[in-house]
């Protein structure tokens, strides 16, 4: 119950404009569902953390965020999902193209 209470405030941050909260909601609401290996739900958590970071101009965190989410949708066999995670992390056309580090997954952030 705690954990979809805290995906439903996630979603309803990233929404409203409030993506640092969604981010932190998503994250609680993902350990939670993670500790009763609800498996249907925590693919979706960090499909939709990935579009939070991306509001933040994170393109990192967002990328390792679909990553995680890409994994499970198809350790789950959902090809649909996982198809719609591909293109988000593809660097020519997917959110933070042409941003640096948008193409090298492994690389951090720029500190500026």
Do not use: K
Request: charged fraction near 20%; aromatic fraction near 4%.
């Amino acid at each position: 119950m705690a954990g979809r209470a805290r995906r439903h405030l996630a979603y309803l941050s990233h929404r409203t404009g409030h993506h640092h909260q969604a981010v932190e909601h998503y994250r609680q609401a993902l350990t939670l569902f993670q500790g009763i290996r609800h498996t249907n739900i925590t693919a979706r958590i960090p499909d939709r953390l990935g579009h939070c970071h991306t509001a933040l101009g994170q393109h990192h965190q967002a990328r390792t965020a679909w990553t995680e989410a890409l994994t499970l949708y198809l350790d789950h066999g959902r090809h649909d999902e996982a198809e719609q995670v591909r293109h988000l992390l593809d660097p020519t056309t997917g959110p933070g193209a042409g941003e640096p580090g948008a193409a090298a997954p492994d690389a951090e952030e720029p500190t500026t």
